[in-house]
């Protein structure tokens, strides 16, 4: 059986590689090295929570479980938000896509086609 188009799309957005991954992101963090350059919004999100996690630890504010207990949450919390940045990011270049189709589906398509770009254009309702 062949893929469906979700299971497509969701393949190509998972498969994508990260700049840094989480572990080169949490030794950076670690060493308080700068921000390094080119991270996602959720790779600054990470990088400065881990870093604000490791010196927790370091000043004693925390024990060593919650530091393992947070840096978890945090690489799942990552984890989830690079998932929805690529999923956006390729939302945005389907919906590019359609729009440079859409002057001739207005002015060629059927009727059928018109609803259908009012609904993906946000104009009508299913």
């Not at 004693?60 to 393992?68: F, R």
Request: glycine letters at 6%.
């Amino acid at each position: 059986m062949s893929e469906s188009v979700f299971e497509t799309v969701f393949n190509e957005i998972v498969s994508k590689p990260d700049i840094m991954s989480f572990d080169e992101i949490s030794r950076s963090a670690g060493r308080n090295e700068p921000l390094p350059d080119g991270l996602s919004e959720s790779g600054i999100m990470l990088f400065e929570g881990l870093r604000y996690l490791y010196i927790s630890y370091q000043k004693g504010y925390i024990s060593k479980d919650e530091t393992l207990k947070e840096k978890r949450r945090l690489q799942q919390a990552y984890r989830d938000n690079v998932f929805k940045e690529r999923l956006w990011r390729h939302q945005a270049r389907r919906y590019q896509m359609l729009l440079k189709l859409e002057p001739k589906a207005h002015d060629e398509g059927c009727e059928h086609c018109h609803r259908m770009l009012n609904v993906l254009s946000g104009l009508e309702d299913v």
